[in-house]
């Protein structure tokens, strides 16, 4: 065995592993550099016969990463997407001795010719399974229930409060047609005109007054935005550490709640929605000193929208994703018992067709490098599974702190998705407090 051939497949072997582990620190994309680790791996060596050093090195490489804790396995599902990537290599290895200067070129060969047609037949399995997955699935990603909490800020906490786009004395026929509030049979009368996102668009929410007497219209106030399958009720728990100090809105994004809608976008059209309710909040009650406060999708819509509206001052985003991509996946995998390549890929293009726009411009890992000198505070549970922090919350600071912005974070151990507040109560309001009232001082 020619020693030049293996040293050279041991080194390239040992890049690809590289590459993996830039996938899961910085790019989700990255494997897609495994064929070119091959195919330069392969018209290096010229000779088909050593694949199997290739395959070796590569597999190797990557135990040892994963003793070493370089890398994650994320989901059930890594033995499928590890053998696919060893397919990557390999064929292109094969193809690569083609390249190399012979007189029969390998990729003639036998043996070549059957590495190519596993390739081939994993393409097209990985195709299909994307593209049913883009069809079937992105439709539960766009088209989400309303949800059957229809509580009210008098109801859940006694408090007084304004209803924003629609009558109030409907909110006396829920309460007097549905027993528990908490899982009602509709959320009633759907929005009114006043309120509307730009493609009109209508939009319901709550005005609450800070308990404070001297707060006032104009005092700080804050906005409040739900995650998906949520309303405007999912936010009143979030609302409480803030209601002596400060007047809040809590709203219901689109396709939720008492709003318009029949499309969800993870904040591509939300973030118009929200902009709609500040520029209300703005009309009526001119605020001093505006801040948001979002969970999952909603902190991602509070993030797209602030990044060019210098009206909010400040921003609290809780179980916050970094790319729909991987959270797309991890959802997948958790919920649907699916393999996350190449479906969340499918359902990415597939929701992004239905909701007439690219959902991953939205992205909070590229939003929140736009934020500038205004502060961010993320929180998130180290339990979570939906938006692993390794793949969500260090991402997210990794890139707020290379574009400069001023961004402080705190864990809850144990807390799952959307559940910081649920598992650290005293500590989430701490957190929360303290943040805002520095950043109102600052």
Same mark, same amino acid.
């Given at each position: 065995?020619?020693?030049?051939?293996?040293?050279?497949?041991? @080194?390239?072997?040992?890049?690809g592993?590289?590459l993996?582990?830039?996938?899961?620190?910085?790019?989700? #994309?990255?494997?897609?550099?495994?064929?070119?680790? +091959?195919?330069?791996?392969?018209?290096?060596?010229? $000779?088909?016969? =050593?694949?199997?050093?290739?395959?070796?090195?590569?597999?190797l490489?990557?135990?040892?990463?994963?003793?070493?804790?370089?890398?994650?396995?994320?989901?059930?599902?890594?033995?499928?997407?590890?053998?696919?990537?060893?397919?990557? @290599?390999?064929?292109?290895?094969?193809?690569?001795? +083609?390249?190399? =200067?012979?007189?029969?070129?390998?990729?003639? /060969?036998?043996?070549?010719r059957?590495?190519?047609?596993?390739l081939a037949?994993?393409?097209?399995?990985?195709t299909?399974?994307?593209?049913?997955?883009g069809?079937?699935?992105?439709?539960?990603?766009?088209?989400?229930?309303?949800?059957?909490?229809?509580r009210?800020?008098?109801?859940?906490?006694? #408090?007084?409060?304004?209803?924003?786009?629609?009558? *109030?004395?409907?909110?006396? /026929?829920?309460?007097?047609?549905?027993?528990? =509030?908490?899982?009602?049979?509709?959320?009633?009368?759907?929005?009114?005109?006043?309120?509307?996102?730009?493609?009109? /668009?209508?939009?319901?929410?709550?005005?609450?007054?800070?308990?404070?007497?001297?707060?006032?219209?104009?005092?700080?106030?804050?906005?409040?935005?739900?995650?998906? $399958?949520? %309303?405007?009720?999912?936010?009143?728990?979030?609302?409480?550490?803030?209601?002596?100090d400060?007047?809040?809105?809590?709203l219901?994004?689109? %396709?939720?709640g008492r709003?318009? +809608?029949?499309?969800?976008?993870?904040g591509f059209?939300?973030?118009?929605?929200? $902009?709609?309710? *500040?520029?209300?909040?703005e009309?009526?009650?001119?605020?001093?000193?505006?801040?948001?406060?979002g969970?999952?999708n909603?902190?991602?819509?509070a993030?797209?929208?602030? *990044?060019?509206?210098?009206r909010?001052?400040?921003l609290?985003?809780?179980?916050?994703?970094?790319?729909?991509?991987?959270?797309?996946?991890n959802?997948?995998?958790?919920?649907?018992?699916?393999p996350?390549?190449?479906?969340?890929?499918?359902?990415?293009?597939?929701?992004?067709?239905?909701?007439?726009?690219?959902? /991953?411009?939205?992205?909070?890992?590229?939003?929140i490098?736009?934020?500038?000198?205004?502060?961010?505070?993320?929180l998130?549970?180290s339990?979570?599974?939906?938006?692993?922090?390794? !793949?969500?919350?260090?991402?997210?600071?990794?890139?707020?702190?290379?574009?400069?912005?001023a961004?402080?974070?705190? *864990?809850?151990?144990?807390?799952k998705?959307?559940?910081?507040?649920?598992?650290?109560? !005293?500590?989430?309001?701490?957190?929360?407090?303290?943040?805002?009232?520095?950043a109102?001082a600052?």
């Open positions: 065995m020619p020693t030049r051939s293996l040293v050279t497949c041991l @080194v390239f072997g040992f890049l592993v590289l993996v582990a830039v996938e899961h620190g910085v790019d989700q #994309w990255s494997w897609l550099g495994l064929p070119l680790v +091959g195919l330069v791996a392969g018209s290096l060596v010229g $000779r088909p016969s =050593m694949i199997w050093a290739m395959w070796l090195a590569y597999g490489a990557e135990a040892v990463a994963w003793a070493s804790g370089v890398l994650g396995i994320v989901g059930p599902y890594w033995p499928v997407i590890e053998a696919g990537r060893l397919v990557a @290599v390999g064929a292109a290895f094969v193809a690569g001795t +083609g390249i190399a =200067m012979q007189r029969r070129p390998a990729i003639t /060969t036998r043996w070549a059957a590495v190519v047609g596993v037949a994993v393409a097209l399995v990985l299909t399974y994307g593209v049913v997955a069809v079937g699935f992105s439709s539960d990603y766009v088209v989400q229930e309303r949800g059957h909490d229809c009210t800020p008098a109801v859940a906490y006694d #408090w007084p409060y304004e209803a924003i786009n629609y009558d *109030i004395a409907d909110d006396a /026929t829920l309460r007097r047609d549905n027993v528990d =509030m908490s899982d009602c049979a509709t959320q009633g009368s759907p929005a009114g005109s006043e309120v509307t996102a730009a493609d009109g /668009t209508a939009i319901a929410g709550w005005y609450i007054p800070a308990a404070r007497p001297d707060a006032g219209p104009t005092g700080p106030t804050l906005v409040m935005v739900h995650g998906g $399958r949520s %309303n405007k009720s999912g936010m009143l728990k979030y609302a409480v550490p803030f209601h002596q400060y007047n809040l809105v809590l219901d994004l689109r %396709n939720t709003s318009g +809608g029949t499309i969800s976008s993870g059209h939300e973030r118009d929605d929200l $902009r709609a309710m *500040i520029d209300w909040l009309r009526t009650r001119h605020p001093g000193w505006i801040a948001l406060v969970n999952s909603g902190a991602a819509t993030l797209a929208e602030a *990044i060019d509206d210098a909010v001052k400040a609290v985003l809780d179980s916050m994703h970094a790319g729909i991509l991987t959270q797309l996946g959802v997948g995998e958790t919920e649907k018992g699916l996350a390549f190449p479906a969340a890929l499918g359902v990415i293009v597939g929701a992004s067709i239905r909701a007439g726009g690219d959902l /991953t411009s939205v992205d909070p890992v590229r939003t490098r736009l934020i500038g000198d205004r502060p961010v505070l993320l998130h549970g339990s979570d599974i939906v938006d692993r922090p390794r !793949d969500s919350l260090l991402r997210n600071i990794a890139a707020a702190i290379d574009a400069g912005v961004v402080r974070s705190y *864990i809850c151990q144990g807390a998705h959307g559940e910081v507040i649920d598992t650290c109560p !005293d500590a989430w309001a701490l957190w929360t407090t303290t943040f805002l009232s520095e109102r600052g």
